[in-house]
C-alpha cells in the first residue's frame, strides 16, 4: 500500500491517501474531508479551495475533488452554490449518516461509557431537511386541519382536565389504545387487543425499547439490505450484531438470512413497502419468515412505517395478522399521517409481552405525554383521522401521478422509475456511469434534497450497492415536482460520464 | 435448617417456610403468598382463608399470618376490609416495589433478553394509589388552572400550528429550553446555556438516558440508602452494580461512598431534599462530592425531584451551580408542579454531553411530542408557572404546617416528625415495636397510603433499614389529613406490640 501524505490546506494537516488502493480517490478525500470537519480542524464557514487548486494541488484529477465535495454538499457538511464557492456548513446537518458522530475524539475524552459511544457514532437516522424537493417521509403540511387540532386539544382540557392531569399509564391513554386497535384490525388486519397496544413517543421508541428487551449485547439481528438507518441504530443502541440480508423482488431473502445469520433472535422487516426499494413481501415469503421465527424462538418486527398511503392493488393485511405463534411486534407512527412533530406511534405486542413491555417502560420514561394523546384519540373516535387519510391518500396519488410521469418524461432512456404501489416516495435506478452520490451532490447544490439509494447499503463502498435517489414526493405540488425533477434531469445529463 | 413443606390453601400447593432461620416466619409467609399471586397461582378475587384458620392450619401464631396479610395489603397484592375477608387483587398494583416482576416463569420462556429480564424485574417504582391520603408526589389537582391551559393549548395550535408541526429536534422545543434556562439560572443558580438543556419525557427519561449513555454493564454507580427505586432501577436498566451509601444528616456519605465503591463511574444524589429522608447536603460534603467526581472523572447526577416546593430557609442553590469541573448532570421534572400525565421533564448536561445526547435521544425516540412543550413553553413565558408555582407553595405549606400539628397532636409520646424544609410529604419516625410495614398493612385495611420508610433501603430485611412511614400531604385538605392522621395514630396504638 502506497500512502503519500499530501500537505496541503492549511488548517486540514496531512491528508493520507492511498494511490494504490481498492477505495476510489475521490471517496477518499471525502472522508478525509468530512473527518476535518467533524473534528473541527475544517471550522463552520471556513472556505475550501476551488476544485481546480486542490487538484492542482494535491496531484488529483479535478473530477476526483469535484466528486468528493458534491459528497460533502449532498450530505450537508458544506455548502456552495455554483460559481460561489464551497464553505464549511455552519451547523452540522442532522441530516446525514455519521453526522451525529461529530468530535469522537472529544467524546472519548467526555467519559461516555462504551454504548454512549455506540449509540453516539451509530449512523445517525437521515432526516432530510423539511422544506425542499425531495426530502422523504415529510407529510404535506399545509392541507393538515390545524384548527381542528386546536379545538379537540382545547376541548380535551378545558372539561376533562383534572381526569386526565393524574398519573398516566406507562402502555398509554387507554381510550387511545383501543382507538388504535380497533383501528389496525378493521385496516390492517391486526390481530390484537386494546391491551396489546402500547404507545410510543414515535416508532423510533418502539422499535428501541424492544430492542432494548428482546436483544442482548452480541446478539444477532436480521436487517433488510438495503435498509433504513433509524431501524438499524435502535438495533444498534441495544448491542446487536447486525446481519444484513438482501431483499429481492418478493422482500427479505429468507434462505439467505438463514445462511448469513442461523442463530438471530429478531428480524426487523418492512413486509408492505420494503423501505427503500417498495417492494412488497410474498405471501410465501411471509410464512417461510413466520416459520423460521416460530421454529427457532425468534422474533420478528414489522415496521409498518407508511403503509397508510397505499394507491393500488387490494388492501394489504399485516405481516402480524398472519402470526400464530406470537412471534410478531408489530410498529406504526403517525408521524406521516398526521405531523412530525407529534411524535406519537405505537407498538402491538404478543400478549406475553404486555407486562414486561409495562415494566421496561417504566424504567424508560414512564409513558408518553397524555396531552398529545388525548388529542388524538379525539381526532381518531370523532372520525377525522379516517377522512383526514382519505383526503391525503387521495393528494398523494395525484402527486404521485405528476412524478411518475415528470420522471418517464425528463429521464427517457437514461433512469427508470420503481414506485411499488404505496408509500411518499419514489425510487429512481440509475445507470452505473451516473454514481448516485455524485448526482445527489450537484442536486444539493441547487436545492434538491435526494438521498442516494447507495446510503441505504450497509456495506457503504460495495459493489453490490444499488444506485439510484429516492424522491419524496409529499410535501410538494406537482408542479414543484416537476421543476425539480427536470433540475435534476438536467444535473444527471451535464454530469462528467466515467 | 429445618424445612417444612405446609400442605395448605387447595389453588397454592406446598409452600416451604424455615422454622429455624434468620428470617421471621411473617415475612417468609409474605414471600410465598407474594409469589403465589405473581405466579398466577393465586388467581385475581381469589379469596384466601381466615388469618385464625390458616394459623391454625400450618401451625403459625395468628400474629404471624396478620403479619403477612397486612405487609400484603400494605403493597396492594390482596384486598380486604377488617372483617369482610382478604382477596387476591383484580389487578395487580402499580404502587408495588416488585409488582412489576409478576410471572418470572412465564417471561423467561417467552424469549426475553437477559437485559429484558433485568428490566422487568427491577423494582418498579412506587407509584402510590392516586386519591388516598397519604400518597407521594401527588400534587393537588383541584387548583390548577386547567381552563387556562386548554387556552394555551389551543392558541399554539391555531395560528402557530404548521410551523410547530415540521420535524422537531430530539433536544426538545428550542423556546421551551431557552424558558427553562432562564428559569434554572434565576430560581436554582444552574449555570446552563439553553443548548445543555434537554427536554424529556420526564425525569425517568432522563435518569434512563444519561444511565445508557454514561454507564456500561458492570460499572458501579453509588445510589442514596435509603433512596427512591426509580432512580435505581434507571440505572439497572443499564446494567449498573448499585452501591448503596448510607445518608446521614449531611446528606450522602462521601467517605463511605469511597470506601465501598472505590471504582464508581456516577453518583446519583438528591441534595436539597434527599428523598426520603428529607435531608439537605451540607455545604462541605457538597464540595467533598464535586472533588471526587473531578478526581475520578465520575459523573453525579443531581435529582432536584421537588425543590421547587421549600418553605423555610434560604432559596438553596442547586449542587450543579458549585460545579466547576463539567461532572454534574442536572435533572428535574414537571410532574409535581405542573400535573403527573404531563410527563415533561428536563436534564442539564454539561456542554460536552449535548451532542453525544442528541445522537443517542435520536436513536431511543427521537424526541418529545412539540404538543405539550409548546403549551408549557407559553406557560412560563407568560408568566403563568410563576404565580402558579407561588399559589402552590402556599397551599402546600399551610398543608404541611397543618399535617404537622396533627401528627405532633395525634402521635405526641409516641412517634416524631422529620420534615426537612421543602417538598410534598414529611416522615414519621416509629418506634421499633411497631414496624412501618405492619402499621402501614392496617392503614391501607382503611384506605390510608402510607409508604413504609424501610421499603427504600435497599436490603429490605436488614435490621438497618429505617422505621417510619411517608406522609404525603400535597393532594389533600388540612380536614381530610387530621382525620387521617388520627386513624393513623388509632391504628398505630391498637397494634399488638413485640
Not at 460561489?84 to 472519548?108: C, I, K, Q
Not at 398472519?322 to 402491538?348: C, N, Q, T
Not at 437514461?414 to 445507470?431: D, N, Q, S, V
Amino acid at each position: 500500500m502506497a500512502r503519500s501524505a499530501c500537505p496541503v490546506l492549511s488548517s486540514l494537516g496531512p491528508v493520507a491517501l492511498d494511490r494504490a488502493g481498492a477505495e476510489p480517490l475521490h471517496r477518499q478525500l471525502y472522508r478525509a474531508l468530512r473527518q476535518a470537519v467533524l473534528d473541527g480542524r475544517l471550522r463552520p464557514g471556513e472556505r475550501l479551495p476551488p476544485s481546480r487548486t486542490l487538484a492542482a494541488d494535491w496531484g488529483l484529477s479535478r473530477n476526483t475533488v469535484v466528486t468528493a465535495y458534491d459528497t460533502l454538499l449532498a450530505e450537508g457538511y458544506v455548502t456552495g452554490q455554483v460559481g460561489a464557492g464551497t464553505f464549511v456548513a455552519a451547523s452540522l446537518p442532522d441530516a446525514v449518516p455519521g453526522g451525529g458522530a461529530a468530535r469522537d475524539e472529544a467524546r472519548r475524552g467526555v467519559g461516555l461509557s462504551a454504548r454512549g459511544r455506540a449509540l453516539a457514532e451509530a449512523p445517525a437516522i437521515a432526516r432530510d431537511r423539511v422544506g425542499r424537493p425531495f426530502a422523504l417521509g415529510t407529510p404535506d403540511l399545509a392541507v393538515f386541519p390545524f384548527a381542528l387540532w386546536a379545538q379537540l386539544l382545547g376541548r380535551c382540557w378545558r372539561h376533562g382536565g383534572r381526569a386526565l392531569a393524574t398519573e398516566p399509564d406507562p402502555l398509554g391513554y387507554a381510550p387511545l389504545r383501543a382507538e388504535i386497535a380497533a383501528y389496525l384490525r378493521a385496516v390492517r388486519a391486526v390481530r390484537c387487543e386494546p391491551e396489546q397496544v402500547v404507545i410510543v413517543s414515535g416508532a423510533q421508541q418502539g422499535l428501541a425499547l424492544m430492542a432494548q428487551l428482546l436483544l442482548d449485547p452480541g446478539d444477532e439481528a436480521w436487517v433488510e439490505e438495503p435498509g433504513w438507518p433509524g431501524n438499524r441504530a435502535a438495533l444498534l443502541g441495544a448491542g446487536a450484531r447486525l446481519v444484513p440480508v438482501p431483499v429481492d423482488g418478493e422482500g427479505i431473502d429468507v434462505a439467505a438470512g438463514m445462511a448469513r445469520g442461523a442463530g438471530a433472535r429478531l428480524a426487523l422487516v418492512t413486509p408492505s413497502h420494503q423501505f427503500p426499494l417498495g417492494v412488497t413481501m410474498s405471501l410465501a415469503r411471509r410464512l417461510r419468515l413466520l416459520d423460521w421465527a416460530a421454529a427457532r424462538d425468534a422474533w420478528i418486527v414489522e415496521d409498518d412505517y407508511d403503509s397508510e398511503f397505499r394507491y393500488a392493488g387490494p388492501p394489504l393485511a399485516a405481516l402480524q395478522g398472519l402470526d400464530g405463534a406470537g412471534r410478531v411486534i408489530y410498529v406504526g407512527s403517525f408521524s406521516k399521517v398526521m405531523f412530525p412533530a407529534l411524535r406519537l406511534g405505537y407498538v402491538v405486542v404478543p400478549p406475553d409481552l404486555v407486562e414486561p413491555v409495562r415494566a421496561a417502560r417504566r424504567h424508560f420514561d414512564g409513558g408518553t405525554s397524555v396531552v398529545p394523546q388525548a388529542a388524538l384519540h379525539r381526532f381518531l373516535a370523532d372520525g377525522h383521522f379516517a377522512s383526514h387519510l382519505r383526503a391525503m391518500r387521495s393528494l398523494y396519488a395525484v402527486k404521485r401521478t405528476a412524478i411518475l410521469a415528470s420522471v418517464a418524461d425528463a429521464f427517457a432512456g437514461f433512469a427508470t422509475t420503481e414506485a411499488g404501489e404505496a408509500g411518499m416516495h419514489i425510487l429512481l435506478r440509475l445507470p452505473p456511469d451516473c454514481p448516485d452520490h455524485v448526482l445527489a451532490g450537484h442536486a444539493a447544490r441547487v436545492g434538491l434534497t435526494t438521498p442516494p439509494l447507495s446510503t441505504y447499503y450497509r456495506a457503504a463502498d460495495g459493489g453490490s450497492a444499488g444506485n439510484g435517489l429516492l424522491l419524496g414526493f409529499a410535501a410538494h405540488d406537482p408542479a414543484a415536482l416537476d421543476r425539480a425533477v427536470r433540475d435534476l434531469a438536467r444535473l444527471a445529463a451535464e454530469m462528467p460520464k466515467g
